[in-house]
């Protein structure tokens, strides 16, 4: 059980981290999810639809009933954002790699669009672990 303490403090420190507070910092911070499209869920792309499906019924192996199949597809969704990650992370790779007067800003640039994409790999990591867990029990 927390205590009084505790909790006290935990509430101070929470009204502290409120989010940015200017008007430039809430816009830039509402444009983030958006750069890269990342943050969007793959299952709600139209063109991503039919990659979905049949992923998913090859997963199933044909039979399972309605639970082993909407698990089947979480774990395709995952599978296809973690493609997009990975093709992501090759494109930003090839900027660089492939660019023979490439400066070091570049490289460090580039480090830190891998830091950012890392964030979305271990979610999708995560998300098809969790379904194909799931699956197994089922």
Known sequence: MTSAR???????????STGPR???GRRHSSRNALRHGLAIAIGSDPSFNKDIE????????????????????????A????????????????????NP????GD???LSEALKQLERYE???????????LAMIEK
């Open 6 to 16: 505790k909790a006290s403090s935990n509430r101070k420190n929470a009204q502290n």
């Open 101 to 104: 007067g490439a400066k070091l």
């Open 22 to 24: 200017s008007e430039f």
């Open 79 to 98: 599978e296809l954002d973690l493609l997009r990650i990975r093709k992501l992370k090759a494109a930003r790779f090839a900027t660089v790699f492939d």
């Open 107 to 109: 490289y460090s640039e």
């Open 54 to 77: 049949a992923l998913a019924t090859t997963l199933e192996h044909g039979g399972g009933g309605q639970i082993i199949g909407e698990f089947a597809r979480q774990v395709a969704e």
């Open 122 to 132: 271990r979610r999708a990591f995560s998300r098809r672990k969790r379904a194909l």
